[in-house]
């Protein structure tokens, strides 16, 4: 038996026969296109993505009963990023000035953005960079001319399917029935495939290293979808040790098909606000459908990519529209800028950055820093906001705060906005409520003092954990002291949701932490009644939460608090299946 280390990407255990995709044909022949046949490529360029667009509607089709419109939304994404400007634009470009065949640019096309994506540091943008190798493979299977790989299709039997990698719509497509779950060499916990499978139910493991060439069809298989572990022709005895091991934690699979339940209440009756963090505007046509409360977390930072030049305040105000309009009759909190530090900055707005590179960017001209230094990129987007609030209830909220002055300068340029507005008579919501993130220690100790400014306050564990341990979040060699649940980082976020409860203002949390159903638990017990998340970990969330009882949270609450070290803090959250700590029986509530 081998054992194979990947990302358990969707929850369950499956077992049965590999069925190994064979891989889609090569981009074949680079070729030179003269000038005076650039047309005619083009021409076979526009027929394959047609032919791509038609492939991915029938699949779309098919798949529409057993998906549900939640999940449509990331096939809809595949056709739109076929009628992408940006990856198309460039693929015709480069048959166009480079001269390239239509194979090679489309490469060339999607190796320039996916370079792009890469390198940025948010995990969720990092991974679409597989959305747009999946557009060009699906282009590029149908500029082939040989015959197609097997990707896509159903084997005979029930199997378990081992691929180098799947698209979004080779999952949907493998939905009938006879996929027990599947396995790919590449891919992240992220990635539209994996959240493709946890919608199906599907186990599935990912980045697997080279199963797909490790194994073969008709080898014994056992996907432990939750561990990321594939056990690679086991004997019926290892299968049986192995499952055995897995027996408390057995019930996933079927908690994957229950109802999702909505609203999330606690048992005892304490209701919790689910919502949403939006990093894609695709995302908002899934709120109605997706039963959350509202928008936690509007990450402007998507105005700015994909683009060469500064987006200007029409195209800020068209999007902060359309949030409003998706969104209403509930809220939305619109993050303003949040570039900068290991983020980086966009082409468009390296512009007037200083030349050399800052000696530390995650401690530099970061978030609300770099707004204040460019008041007039600043004042574009405030002002935006402030016209589409006119449209719906909508909310500002400045990024990677760390004093007062800042606070006081961001209101005062908000002012500024307000008066222009006023003065050339254009509606806006002049109470419109203005919130800080409060990701750096300086922020969340000064808290109660800064409540006094503000409506809101929003807490960014991914930062909050990051600046409190000295630990930064994209550095591999530092991964494993990467802990928000150290105790460092739980008396901060007390301390904030004590202040937030005494000045009377809401206290949201929008980092990874909140979509961890264990740890959202303790974080209602500390007193955070809104919780703020992609949209695909709001399901198991709202289980959570509804399985449970607040008391008991607040017991856990308490008992963490008390915790000396973050593994013991660990060892609390995972010692319940419902949440109640192992602490003192009727602790009082911890805030
Ligand atoms: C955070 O820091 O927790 C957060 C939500 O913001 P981001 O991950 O975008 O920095
Ligand atoms: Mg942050």
Sequence with gaps: MARIQGIGASGGVAAGRAWVASTRPSPGMLRRVPPERAGEEIGRLERAIGAAAAELEAIRQAAGDRLGPGHLYILDLGRLLLKDEMLIGEARRRIREEGLNAEWAVQAAVDHFARFFEALEDPYFRDRRLDIGHAGERILS??????????????????????????????????????????????????????????????????????????????????????????????????????????????????????????????DGARVAILANIVNDQELDLLPLSGMDGVGLYRSEQLYFNRRDFPSEEEHYAGYLRLARATRPMAAIIRTLDLGGDRGFPPALRLGQPEEREPNPTLGVRGIRFSLERPDIFKRQLRAILRASAEGDLALMYPMVSSLEEVREAQALLEEAKAELREEGRPFNGAIRQGIMVETPAAALCADRLARHLDFFAVGTNDLTQYTLAVDRSNKGVADRYEPLHPAVLRLLHGVARAARSAGIPAIICGELAGDPKSALYLVGLGFRSLSMALAKAPAVRRAICRSELAQMEELAAAMLECESAREIRALTSGSRHGAGRGRAGARPAV
């Design 142 to 267: 149908h500029l082939a001319e040989g015959p197609r790989g097997n990707a896509g299709r159903e084997p005979e039997e029930p199997a378990i399917l081992v691929a180098r990698d799947l698209t979004p719509a080779d999952v949907a497509a493998l939905s009938g029935g006879k996929i027990l779950g599947f396995v790919t060499d590449l891919g992240g916990q992220t990635s539209h495939t994996a959240i493709m499978a946890q919608a199906l139910g599907i186990p599935a493991v990912v980045g697997a290293g080279d199963a797909s060439r490790r194994v073969s069809t008709g080898d014994r298989l056992l996907v432990d979808g939750r561990a990321g572990v594939v056990l690679l022709n086991p004997s019926a005895e290892e299968e049986e040790a192995y499952a055995a091991g897995l027996r408390p934690r057995r019930e996933a699979p079927e908690e994957g098909r229950s109802p999702i339940p909505r609203p999330a209440v606690t048992r």
